[in-house]
């Protein structure tokens, strides 16, 4: 792997002089991508301290191959696109369903037990055991999502892709992720944490601990919490005006599975997942 980095990092200091079409070049960026196709590489992860890990040069490659690949017609039945990436394969092999309109680009990762509804995966991504990806849920390039989580229909995770050294956004092993909700820049949903319908978190947006009032942080929910959209009183010279926040309304106890959020195993332990 270290070898593999190197070869990689060494294209990316070259990239404004790389030859495309060189075999060598294409092979290296290609291993690459088959690494975090199939989860043996990850562009970011929780270190042992909590803290966020990036691995900057799996973000290179992916960048390096928007450079090396050129654009192709692509023909589905009556459908036609025009791309540079293609789309992942060999789903039965990986334990992965994918009900039909489900899309996820090779480079981006499915552990076995995933389930995609109509929705969309980009590349980079990593999506951890068991986790369901509801109906029209995006999950935008590099975002790491952890094991046993639920991505309701219709929500928005973003992707990081530059800079390079940016942390992608970080959803936690076993969190439930409301309809419609905005996740992007970055932001972080600490472990088993429930996080309202339509709630939108970025790394603007206040944090806040609705028993003492205090704004814990911009875009990070803690683990083992309860959070909903909500507001904050801001003044400007026009009047006090509501701007978003995401407030934490109660605490879980660590491996307690909120009320609502079970309701997502029930219909899992009886086959009916949606
Ligand atoms: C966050 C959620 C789990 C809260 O459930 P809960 O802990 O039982 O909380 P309650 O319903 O008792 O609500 C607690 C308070 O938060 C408010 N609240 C609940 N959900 C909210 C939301 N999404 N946004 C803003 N406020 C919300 C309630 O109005 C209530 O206020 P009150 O105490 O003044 O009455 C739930 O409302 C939710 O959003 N579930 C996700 C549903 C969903 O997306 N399903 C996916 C289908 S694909």
């Known amino acids: 792997m270290s070898d593999l980095q190197s070869r990689i990092e060494g294209l990316w200091a070259e990239r404004d002089t790389i030859d495309i079409d060189?075999?060598?070049v294409i092979a290296t960026v290609h291993e690459a991508i088959d690494r975090l196709d199939t989860g043996t590489a990850r562009v970011a992860e929780v270190g042992a301290d909590g803290g966020v890990v990036v691995h900057q040069w799996c973000k290179y490659a992916v960048l390096l191959l928007f450079k090396i690949s050129k654009m192709a017609t692509v023909e589905n039945g009556p459908f036609?696109?025009?791309?540079k990436i293609p789309l992942k394969h060999d789903y039965m092999a990986r334990g992965v369903r994918v009900v039909p309109g489900a899309q996820a680009r090779w480079g981006s990762y499915q552990a076995p037990g995933v389930v995609m509804m109509p929705s969309y995966i980009n590349i980079g991504a990593h999506v951890d055991e068991n986790t369901m990806v509801d109906t029209w849920a995006t999950v935008g390039s590099c975002a790491q999502i952890g094991r046993n989580v639920h991505l309701s229909g219709g929500?928005?995770?973003?992707?990081?892709?530059?800079?390079a050294q940016a942390a992608p956004v970080i959803i936690?092993?076993?969190c439930y992720i409301g309809s419609r909700c905005i996740v992007a820049e970055g932001a972080r949903v600490g472990e088993g944490t429930v996080l309202g319908a339509g709630a939108i978190l970025t790394r603007s947006i206040p944090v806040i601990d609705v028993e003492t009032g205090d704004e814990i942080s911009r875009g990070e929910i803690p683990s083992w919490c309860v959070a909903v959209a909500g507001t904050r009183p801001r003044t400007f010279t026009g009047g006090e005006f509501g701007l978003p926040a995401v407030l934490v309304i109660k605490r879980?106890?660590?491996?307690?599975?909120h009320d609502k959020s079970a309701l997502n195993d029930i219909l899992r332990d009886h086959g009916a997942a949606t």
Do not use: M, N
């Open 22 to 24: 060189d075999a060598d």
């Open 80 to 83: 036609e696109y025009a791309d």
């Open 155 to 163: 929500v928005g995770i973003g992707g990081v892709l530059e800079p």
């Open 172 to 174: 936690e092993d076993e």
């Open 252 to 257: 879980l106890t660590e491996g307690e599975r």
